[in-house]
């Protein structure tokens, strides 16, 4: 049975949308209101060998990742982070050198995202993991994944393929290069960039975790809608392409299919997109693009990838196209409810 | 280095309280202020093999019992459990039918204590490992460990004594009894017991998970004071004196040093005491008893524990009397922070 046959039978047991539920399970994180407030609701889990390396990432490295997952999750929502709880699994071969150090790490991306660390759990355990659990204050609702509009433009900030790229550099037994393994080691979340997506009247929003072919399908299925992206626009990392063609690696599958880009995702409505598409990187300092446009679902390939190759290159199908973190294969090992 | 001067080394890297954190890391739950609302906020996590094993507990049970845990700290801030997100750590053997299991299991718990689960992710792990936070609303500002006064009365909601029973009995070759064991697989949350306990002006609340003598321990470590309690007193579970001499163990250890009570333990002003046990015990059904009273801390021991064994026993020294789970120890295996 595959993972999203598993995501369709645990549906029944998480809630949905409610008087007070704004947004159950199935996006980057859930909404809920309190106080005529709306706030966003995130967790992520980080297990060592899964999701980390201890010989690619520091302590330090370990923890703020597990901040910046969670921080991205509320930026996709158009939030910004606000208080998390932490649950750390500790073998006990772990010092408490190394557990300090998380903290630190965690510490330095609380205060680049203003994530206050508010409590946890801290248990004995096997091996090394660590839950982070984060709160996000939003001024609307939420930018939902579900919202896209025939037409809209979709809008990328931020840029692709540098954390995969330094992951299939390690696997071909070389030394990556320090600035790719920096975007696996310390990714950032783009909290500015998603409330200015949502400040431009963005429909849908996705944060790009598990690489654009398999989150932008999501966003597809979520909001009944097809996707056609042009590849001449896609904001590929600096030193992606040759470290993936000195690794021997299949550079559409780093790009598209990569994860731990942690880019955002926006569907824009047209008349905004470019305006949207500049003002999220400026408020961050990094590319932003309109790399395609949204179309009605039909019979095709709900994701596909234009202008990729040389001239006169078919067309892409990028459907489930999807990383699974130190494995090579296609099926997503991460799931979110 | 103890557990102890751990968490002090963490402390500096969480939020104490501030302008909307009501309550920071220390307590049962952190309490948190949005529109004007108090939230509170805790998570647990359980481990396999050290929290639970899958040969004394079914999934389901693991499931309930995730639940459970964390509406009982919310129960100990006075709240009432609202949302959850869950953090699934799944090795690859644990089959799509286990899965199922542990969520029916969590389903079943969130619909004894009205909370509803909003989303989650899942991971590929090594062992299986289940975080789960719980919001929970508050009438109040919630009630804390750190409030309690000198002269109030201690009023222990819950029995104590028979999940730790119960695995004294498996450590000794027996077959458990399968109410005692039932403590362990399928604790309660005392959630309207922890309400009627604000609502009778409890100066400071705690639930009784690492043992009496611990979490108490921790009441007045966090209020400044020392306690005394009442050996007379102590509702010790059914089954529980028999079980502990035929499995060859220690009644005092498995009663105040067994954990995995969840009972709540409350400083009630002297003059409400009675009267907020006899409401707490028909609002759950369970028993509840005034077992002591709060004192000036001193020079003695911070908790005392009088009229235990034989008329003239000398009184004995609780404090930090605690127990590790499946793991003979009077070392803590899990800290809040």
Redesign the interface.
């Known amino acids: 049975?595959g993972?999203f046959?598993?995501l369709e039978?645990?549906g029944p047991?998480?809630?949905g949308a409610?008087a007070d539920?704004l947004?159950?399970?199935?996006?980057d994180?859930?909404v809920?209101t309190?106080?005529?407030?709306s706030?966003c609701?995130?967790?992520?889990?980080?297990?060592e060998?899964?999701?980390f390396r201890r010989d690619l990432s520091s302590m330090a490295d370990v923890g703020w990742k597990a901040v910046a997952v969670n921080c991205s999750d509320v930026a996709a929502m158009g939030g910004r982070p606000?208080?998390g709880?932490?649950?750390?699994?500790r073998p006990a071969e772990v010092p408490?050198e190394d557990?300090?150090a998380l903290?630190?790490g965690?510490?330095a991306a609380c205060e680049e995202w203003g994530l206050?660390?508010?409590?946890?759990?801290?248990?004995?355990?096997?091996?090394l993991?660590l839950?982070v659990?984060v709160?996000g204050?939003l001024d609307g609702d939420g930018v939902t994944r579900s919202g896209a509009q025939v037409g809209d433009r979709l809008v990328l900030v931020g840029t692709l393929g540098a954390a995969a790229a330094a992951l299939a550099q390690v696997d071909a037994g070389r030394t990556p290069d320090e600035g790719l393994l920096r975007a696996h080691r310390r990714p950032r979340a783009l909290v500015a960039a998603g409330q200015v997506l949502a400040a431009h009247a963005a429909n849908a929003l996705i944060d790009v975790s598990d690489g654009l072919g398999a989150d932008l399908g999501h966003l597809c299925a979520a909001s009944g809608v097809a996707a056609r992206l042009d590849g001449a626009f896609l904001p590929i990392a600096p030193g992606v392409a040759d470290a993936v063609a000195a690794a021997g690696g299949d550079l559409l599958r780093i790009v598209c299919g990569g994860g731990e880009d942690f880019a955002l995702l926006g569907a824009v409505p047209a008349e905004r997109a470019e305006a949207a598409a500049r003002a999220a990187a400026a408020a961050e300092g990094v590319p932003a693009a309109v790399i395609g446009e949204v179309l009605v679902a039909g019979a095709g390939p709900t994701v596909l990838l234009e202008g990729w190759g040389p001239p006169g290159s078919p067309p892409i199908d990028l459907t489930g196209l999807g990383y699974d973190h130190y494995h090579d294969s296609d099926q997503r090992?991460?799931?979110?409810?």
């Open positions: 049975m993972e046959d598993l039978q645990l047991f998480l809630s409610d539920v947004v159950g399970h199935g996006d994180a859930a809920v309190v106080g005529g407030e706030v609701l995130a967790v992520d889990v980080l297990v060998e899964v999701h606000w208080v709880v932490i649950g750390l699994s408490t557990v300090l903290y630190e965690m510490r206050r660390l508010v409590g946890g759990d801290t248990v004995d355990a096997g091996a993991a839950s659990t709160l204050h090992s991460d799931e979110s409810t």
